[in-house]
């Protein structure tokens, strides 16, 4: 490659930002500060069971409990998202030279999902939570995603790993209602991941640009079947338990809940017509997965 080969507009302006402004969560997050009496973690009315009885169920205190669990429940599944995105990202890295910006960004990317996950587990363990994760067969059946998960696949499904999330803390980050660490944990996540979805969005461009008819219905495939087990794995059933409901009704309440469904199509407003206009959604079984993901209202 010659020199202008090896740069690129770009991931050179990513690498430029990640330099002026990047947070260091050990430094500029107060981890010994107490939790504030009587706030939220998270907004109720973005909780899964909000409108239903259960919710109204609840005394004050049990609700904000439940939104503690439930923030907990979805920091983990952020996490594990992240160590699977680590994982595309790395051997993407394998493949490509690294003397170019491109590759220069993404190990810039790596290291931006390192400090995340670190974060979301320390935010978790100074909430006093379980680390709940996707269900057991879930993880292990994640483990066969990043081998498989290339070009227009691997991109799609990093912006349904991170697209709805960022929706979700840009509105929970402003909100006075909720525990500071967790507004604190947003703002750093949302500012860095603004970079990751730039990047993601101009790589699933050129992957779409170059595909073939075959690739085109596997990425469907593959980005619809990891949206649904993402946004389904998101409130794991046993963050009932803390509140005294049966993880199974519980489960079973905030999947037929209608305003829960609405928050998570809110949160694919932004990513799903833009996966729409590129081709990535499909029709058939795949737009079926994405209709039980609920990102398709």
């Avoid at 205190?61 to 979805?74: D, M, P, Y």
């Avoid at 087990?229 to 794991?236: A, D, G, Q």
């Avoid at 305003?259 to 079926?288: C, D, F, H, S």
Wanted: with cysteine; charged share 25%; proline share 6%.
């Amino acid at each position: 490659m010659t020199q202008a080969q090896l740069r690129d507009p770009l991931p050179d302006r990513l690498l430029k930002s990640s330099a002026r402004q990047s947070y260091d969560p050990d430094v500029d997050i107060d981890w010994g500060a107490p939790p504030v009496d009587g706030l939220y973690w998270m907004q109720p009315e973005r909780t899964s069971l909000y409108g239903t009885d259960l919710w109204e169920g609840l005394t004050p205190a049990q609700q904000v409990e439940l939104t503690k669990h439930e923030v907990a429940s979805i920091a983990s599944v952020g996490l594990w998202f992240e160590i699977l995105l680590m994982e595309i990202l790395l051997r993407d890295v394998y493949r490509n030279d690294p003397r170019t910006d491109r590759t220069h960004y993404a190990l810039t990317e790596i290291a931006d999902e390192c400090r995340h996950s670190t974060m979301f587990g320390k935010a978790i363990g100074t909430f006093g939570a379980p680390a709940y994760g996707p269900r057991p067969h879930i993880h292990k059946l994640a483990r066969i995603f990043p081998p498989i998960a290339r070009g227009a696949a691997a991109y799609a499904s990093i912006l349904i790993g991170e697209e709805p999330v960022d929706r979700w803390q840009r509105d929970m980050m402003k909100d006075e209602r909720i525990q500071p660490l967790v507004r604190m944990v947003s703002r750093i996540h949302v500012l860095e991941e603004a970079r990751h979805v730039t990047f993601a969005r101009a790589e699933l461009e050129k992957s779409v640009a170059r595909m073939s008819r075959a690739e085109r219905l596997w990425s469907q495939t593959l980005t619809a079947q990891g949206a649904f087990i993402m946004m389904r794995s998101l409130v794991h059933p046993d963050v009932y338990k803390a509140v005294g409901i049966d993880p199974q009704v519980g489960r079973r309440t905030a999947l037929g809940n209608p305003n829960y469904r609405a928050t998570i199509a809110w949160m694919g407003e932004k990513v799903m017509p833009y996966l729409e206009e590129q081709g990535m959604v499909g029709g058939g079984a795949n737009r079926k997965a994405w209709r039980a993901s609920f990102l398709l209202g």
